[in-house]
């Protein structure tokens, strides 16, 4: 059966099972113009054989299937094509079709991999120096060529700087890296960049009809995106769904082989990640594996659509999400939205480290839900340099490390439960606390470094049952300082007047001359007592909280220390 709606002039052999051909072959790109997703390449190599500026060496450095091999040999044939050299080659001459074939004698495709030594490379050297056999020039395409051994490249140097003029190099890599600078100096380098997911969809609609098969439009989308920017990749899927699916390719087809789970099912567990609710999240995860889902594929899918949760979180648009498609778009960016940047970097984290383990462990699931778990239990976080800034400058906004997980977070000012009264005993009802309860109770509402501020009270007064003054010793003054700005003081007074059932207005005092009432008078603490109170301070317990740090020495007043030298 003839390709006739392919673009690709290579004949499908599907038919004949004796010489059957895959799909990455058979619609392999065979002229400049078919490269799907490298215009930028194509475009430049065809004006440099255009305008006779065809360099001696090319480097074509780019990831997985993503048209380098294909790209060397459309070259290769526009330099030695019988009408060329031409931008456009014919693909039906003989030294055309035997370059198409990877047969021909002038032509020569070398694995990097398996000819790495020094030997190899000076064979390549003396065949260089005789002249092609038929064509206009004698290629060399080595492909890996970043695993020649450093011997090799020094061999390879001064032909390459200086090459007979009937040879041309064409080096491909996928790690351009690991190549010595003399070689990448001596090369015209041009990166292959990934393949959008739909330049991927689009050729691969074009395979089907060729193939006469069909396939959900949500089938090819989950294929494109699989294969994250390698058409070739995308091809092995389609060809190994051909013969999973002998009917109509659906989208449950693709999940069923993949081993991977549908992105409603993704999403969910997401929500419920986000929400801190291990339960259903782990529910969900042996509904999946029971389903036939991979345990690795469902991480990895995971961690690709947090990608995206991220990307919504920076405040990306839609067209930038890589993996999540169009129908959970909006749940997608509202899990980022809630989240937050610093939570979802975290979570990433603890994904990629989980499956990192997991391809050394027999005990994947354990991992994943130890790993999934601990994302539920993330704390809400904040950049340690905002927190501290926030310290300093007296802000109101709570530490998100010390405050509560998102699955215990309440609403804020909920009514406390009534206490009861027992029997002989004096009515506890909210309008009859004392100062002390009423303020303890109203603290224990709320949470962040500004509670434990308030808490380091030096006394408690109610002049009139609408006021409360907070008495603070002298050297806690930045303490009431931070207590007393406008957001906290508004805080404050809503936690108590929740708890006493009218509004209380809330003042915050110095007191002025006080003594020391934490040891009597002329009597110095020892080092031992002054390290355990200080111990108990608010920010020094913060800051052990935040950095895990204990404290070892506390240092007196300036005047009393000796002075060093």
């Not at 061999?155 to 064409?170: C, D, G, Q, R, S």
């Not at 069909?214 to 390698?230: P, V, W, Y």
């Not at 081993?259 to 929400?275: F, R």
């Not at 995860?285 to 919504?312: K, N």
């Amino acid at each position: 059966m003839a390709a006739k709606h392919s673009r690709s002039s290579t004949p499908n052999t599907a038919a004949d099972p004796k010489q059957y051909v895959v799909l990455a072959r058979r619609y392999r790109p065979q002229t400049f113009a078919e490269l799907v997703g490298q215009e930028h390449v194509a475009q430049a190599l065809s004006n440099a054989i255009a305008n006779h500026h065809v360099g001696h060496a090319y480097l074509f450095t780019g990831a997985r299937g993503v048209g380098k091999t294909s790209t060397a040999r459309i070259l290769a044939k526009a330099l030695n094509c019988e009408r060329g050299p031409t931008p456009v080659p014919c693909n039906r001459c003989d030294a055309c079709q035997r370059i198409a074939a990877g047969e021909d004698v002038d032509v020569l495709e070398i694995d990097g991999a398996s000819n790495r030594g020094i030997e190899e490379v000076r064979l390549l050297r003396q065949n260089a120096a005789i002249r092609p056999s038929r064509s206009r020039f004698k290629i060399y395409v080595i492909d890996e060529v970043h695993m020649l051994t450093r011997e090799a490249f020094n061999a390879l140097l001064k032909t390459l700087e200086e090459p007979p003029e009937h040879v041309k190099f064409i080096f491909c890599t996928t790690e351009p890296a690991k190549i010595p600078i003399t070689i990448l100096s001596r090369c015209q380098r041009f990166d292959f960049a990934g393949i959008e997911t739909g330049a991927i969809r689009k050729r691969l609609e074009q395979i089907l009809e060729a193939e006469g098969k069909e396939a959900e439009a949500e089938a090819l989308e989950i294929l494109a995106r699989r294969a994250a920017g390698s058409m070739r990749d995308s091809q092995s899927l389609l060809e190994q769904l051909l013969a999973f699916a002998p009917g109509k390719i659906t989208a449950k087809d693709v999940y069923e082989l993949l081993g991977a789970a549908d992105e409603e099912h993704i999403v969910t567990m997401l929500e419920h990640l986000q929400a801190g609710d291990p339960a259903a999240m782990l529910a969900d995860l042996d509904r999946l594996l029971a389903e036939g889902v991979d345990i690795s594929q469902l991480v990895e899918q995971l961690l690709c659509y947090l990608r995206d949760c991220l990307a919504a979180a920076a405040g990306c648009q839609r067209e930038s999400f890589l993996f999540a498609p169009p129908a959970v778009a909006a749940r997608i960016e509202e899990i980022g939205r809630r989240w937050g940047l610093q939570n979802l970097l975290a979570a990433m984290q603890i994904i990629d480290q989980a499956l990192m383990r997991m391809r050394y462990s027999t005990q994947g699931r354990l991992l994943a839900e130890a790993a999934l778990v601990r994302i539920c239990r993330l704390e809400t976080l904040q950049d340690i340099s905002e927190l501290i800034e926030q310290l300093r400058t007296g802000g109101v906004a709570a530490p998100a490390a010390v405050s509560a997980p998102a699955a215990a977070v309440k609403k804020k000012y909920e009514p406390a439960e009534p206490m009861r009264a027992s029997a002989g005993a004096p009515s506890a009802q909210p309008g009859n606390l004392k100062p002390a309860e009423l303020w303890h109770r109203a603290l224990s509402r709320l949470s962040g470094a500004a509670i434990e501020m308030a808490r380091q009270f030096h006394k408690l007064e109610m002049p009139s049952p609408e006021e409360l003054v907070i008495w603070f010793n002298p050297e806690y003054a930045i303490y009431k300082s931070i207590c007393e700005t406008p957001a906290q003081k508004t805080n404050f007074e809503q936690a108590v007047a929740e708890v006493c059932g009218r509004r209380v207005r809330v003042e915050f005092r110095l007191l002025e001359n006080l003594t020391n009432e934490a040891a009597p008078a002329g009597k110095a603490l020892s080092n031992h007592q002054r390290l355990l109170a200080a111990a108990k301070h608010p920010l020094v317990r913060l800051a052990g909280e935040l950095f895990g740090a204990q404290p070892v020495r506390v240092n007196g007043p300036s005047e009393n220390n000796p002075t060093r030298k």
